[in-house]
Nanobody
Framework: QVQVVESGGGLVQAGGSLRLSCVASGRTIDRETMAWFRQAPGKEREFVSISRWSEGTTFIPDYSDSVKGRFTISRDGAKPTVYLQMNDLKPEDTANYYC???????????????????WGQGTQVTVSS
């Protein structure tokens, strides 16, 4: 089994920054794809960012259009630990942020929830205007 734990959420004013952390532990093998999703009240969970493992390459980052240029995902080498640096936060970024993990390459559907095997409990981010 793999356990996924997020941390770093909180309350911040618009324009501020937060850094989320996510650690996967248990039966990990340092080839985990790790991604961030978020869910605002009354809305569906949506893809935010990914550190994607791909055969023969380093981990590949990607972002949703809504956060590109403001959020940066990074990881601790090949370890199943990722960080999401969130800058210039907006009230519309308010949501519960979830970390998800998957062994290997998620393929073309990496923005879909169903491809991920392991999920954390989420960490709340609230951005005040």
């Amino acid at each position: 089994q793999v356990q996924v734990v997020e941390s770093g959420g909180g309350l911040v004013q618009a324009g501020g920054s937060l850094r989320l952390s996510c650690v996967a532990s248990g039966r990990t093998i340092d080839r985990e794809t790790m991604a961030w999703f978020r869910q605002a009240p009354g809305k569906e969970r949506e893809f935010v960012s990914i550190s994607r493992w791909s055969e023969g390459t380093t981990f590949i980052p990607d972002y949703s259009d809504s956060v590109k240029g403001r959020f940066t995902i990074s990881r601790d080498g090949a370890k199943p630990t990722v960080y999401l640096q969130m800058n210039d936060l907006k009230p519309e970024d308010t949501a519960n942020y979830y970390c998800a993990a998957l062994l290997g390459d998620p393929g073309v559907n990496y923005r879909r929830e169903y491809v991920y095997d392991y999920w954390g409990q989420g960490t709340q981010v609230t951005v005040s205007s």
